[in-house]
């Protein structure tokens, strides 16, 4: 663990970070127990400071939260988080996210685990789980184990501009990657996410991105890679667009 | 054990002059229940607001983001476990960080060296400062933040309260990145320890 890393725990903890710094301390905090404890023990020390400037909202404000709750569904049980995860924003859309599945989150995570030794799943319950799931999914995200197979696989992740995160998990080597996108916030109606491949020679769509598990996309399978440098996601009409029109809520660069 | 067991097996717990902890309760809404919700939301909404509040500024804006969390809580009540700390704890990580993000991506619209440039390092601080200093309820943690150094109190402050990266509290306090973060970080271990934080 570089001491430079581990520094950063205190601003992790304030929301101090940028994306790319969050994105990049996250990974850090995967395989550092110490930082986690720390980064929980300083998100409590700040909810204290928090805690002491309360004030009361108006009671209008009440009434408002109340009347959404009764028109909002409640997510079902699942694997607790770690974290406060991101939303999705206003809730109530149209085109809300599906929830159900764990399955791609699992078998990522797992397959992760299993490739880079990083203790990504602590408990018995969650590798057990992440067991069943996997093999459920085993055909299904066998490009996936293809990709995390390699020598040279590598994942990188980042957050978007609007919310939500995206991982990449690719092998230079192969020429392949997956792409998968989680928490996004909800579209408005009649948008879409859709992902484009862009690199020196201009863009490639990889399409409309589909709900997959809990809060994620399912994967996007990119069978080349070719002069990839980046993957943007940008809102586009449902059917999806030909040339991306929008800035892109989400950047992740690619290593080369 | 069947739901009736349970139940009494619970009972010397449920008695009526009891007040479930904010941690039942929300056990309680993650079953759907709304009577629970709206008797958490007596615990939570003033904390939840305040936190909100003092990173937007703008009162609307405040409501808004406020009224995002609690339904969010509502929402994701079946991912709260005991273990992730104190219902509070968990709805105030959730209220920051909404609160962070909401006056970020109004920051991405505006030229945000403009926005840092323009502000003094004491208008900055003394507005945060002032809002807070009013506001804070609690002695100890009026005093546990006495106890820091100037510059660990200010970057904390700064980051916290005002909602700013610590890239920007190093801009706000004309000082270099590597002494900001540090002294977040020693700002925070003081105040866990003044506080008595423990995980």
């Known amino acids: 663990m570089s001491s430079e890393v581990h520094t950063l725990t205190g601003a992790y903890a304030l929301n101090a970070l940028d994306d790319t710094e969050r994105a990049e301390f996250e990974r850090h905090l995967a395989e550092c127990p110490d930082c986690e404890r720390e980064v929980a023990e300083f998100r409590r020390t700040a909810n204290l400071l928090g805690a002491a400037v309360a004030e009361q909202p108006s009671d209008s404000l009440r009434q408002r939260v109340f009347n959404e709750i009764r028109t909002t569904r409640q997510e079902p049980p699942g694997r607790p988080r770690p974290v406060a995860p991101r939303g999705r924003g206003r809730s109530g859309g149209t085109s809300r996210w599906p929830l159900a599945l764990?399955?791609?989150?699992?078998?990522?995570?797992?397959?992760?685990?299993?490739?880079?030794?990083?203790?990504?799943?602590?408990?018995?319950?969650?590798?057990?789980?992440?067991?069943?799931?996997?093999?459920?999914?085993?055909?299904?995200?066998?490009?996936?184990?293809?990709?995390?197979?390699?020598?040279?696989?590598?994942?990188?992740?980042?957050?978007?501009?609007?919310?939500?995160?995206?991982?990449?998990?690719?092998?230079?080597k192969l020429d392949k990657g997956v792409f998968l996108a989680?928490?996004?916030?909800?579209?408005?109606?009649?948008?879409?996410?859709?992902?484009?491949a862009i690199g020196a020679g201009g863009y490639k769509s990889l399409g409309v991105?589909?709900?997959?598990?809990?809060?994620?996309?399912?994967?996007?399978?990119?069978?080349?890679?070719g002069g990839t440098a980046t993957i943007g996601v940008t809102v586009e009409p449902a059917g999806g667009s030909k040339q991306p029109t929008t800035t892109p809520v989400m950047e992740i660069s690619l290593p080369t | 054990m069947d739901d009736s067991v349970r139940r009494a097996a619970r009972l010397p717990r449920v008695q009526s002059d009891v007040?479930?902890?904010?941690?039942?309760?929300?056990?309680?809404?993650?079953?759907?229940?709304?009577?629970?919700?709206?008797?958490?939301?007596?615990?939570?909404?003033?904390?939840?607001?305040?936190?909100?509040?003092?990173?937007?500024?703008?009162?609307?804006?405040?409501?808004?983001?406020?009224?995002?969390?609690?339904?969010?809580?509502w929402r994701t009540a079946t991912r709260y476990s005991p273990e992730l700390g104190s219902a509070l704890n968990w709805v105030l990580t959730l209220a920051h960080r909404r609160a962070v993000d909401r006056v970020r991506s109004a920051q991405a619209a505006t030229n945000?060296?403009?926005?840092?440039?323009?502000?003094?390092?004491?208008?900055?601080?003394?507005?945060?400062?002032?809002?807070?200093?009013?506001?804070?309820?609690?002695?100890?943690?009026?005093?546990?933040?006495?106890?820091?150094t100037t510059l660990q109190r200010e970057s904390v402050m700064l980051a916290y309260y005002g909602g700013n990266t610590y890239r920007d509290v190093a801009g706000l306090l004309a000082t270099p990145l590597g002494t900001v973060k540090t002294r977040l970080r020693d700002g925070l271990i003081r105040l866990r320890d003044c506080l008595g934080v423990t995980v």
């Not at chain 2, 208008?123 to 002695?139: I, K, M, P």
Request: aromatic share 4%; glycine share 6%; proline share 4%.
């Open chain 1, 209 to 225: 991105l589909k709900a997959g598990g809990t809060d994620s996309t399912v994967p996007v399978i990119m069978n080349t890679l």
């Open chain 1, 182 to 196: 989680f928490h996004m916030p909800t579209t408005p109606s009649g948008k879409a996410y859709q992902a484009w």
């Open chain 2, 19 to 73: 007040v479930p902890t904010p941690e039942e309760l929300l056990v309680e809404v993650a079953k759907g229940s709304e009577a629970a919700f709206e008797q958490l939301y007596h615990h939570i909404a003033g904390p939840v607001f305040g936190v909100v509040r003092r990173v937007v500024r703008d009162v609307a804006q405040s409501e808004e983001v406020t009224q995002e969390v609690l339904v969010e809580l």
């Open chain 1, 102 to 172: 764990t399955s791609v989150a699992a078998a990522v995570a797992l397959a992760l685990a299993g490739t880079f030794g990083v203790a990504a799943l602590r408990a018995q319950h969650e590798l057990d789980e992440a067991q069943e799931t996997l093999a459920v999914a085993a055909a299904e995200y066998a490009p996936v184990a293809q990709v995390l197979g390699e020598p040279d696989a590598q994942s990188v992740t980042a957050t978007g501009a609007t919310g939500g995160n995206a991982t990449v998990m690719m092998s230079r």
């Open chain 2, 112 to 148: 945000r060296d403009e926005r840092v440039g323009a502000m003094s390092v004491e208008t900055a601080f003394d507005s945060v400062a002032e809002q807070v200093t009013v506001r804070l309820e609690h002695e100890q943690v009026r005093r546990c933040l006495s106890s820091l």
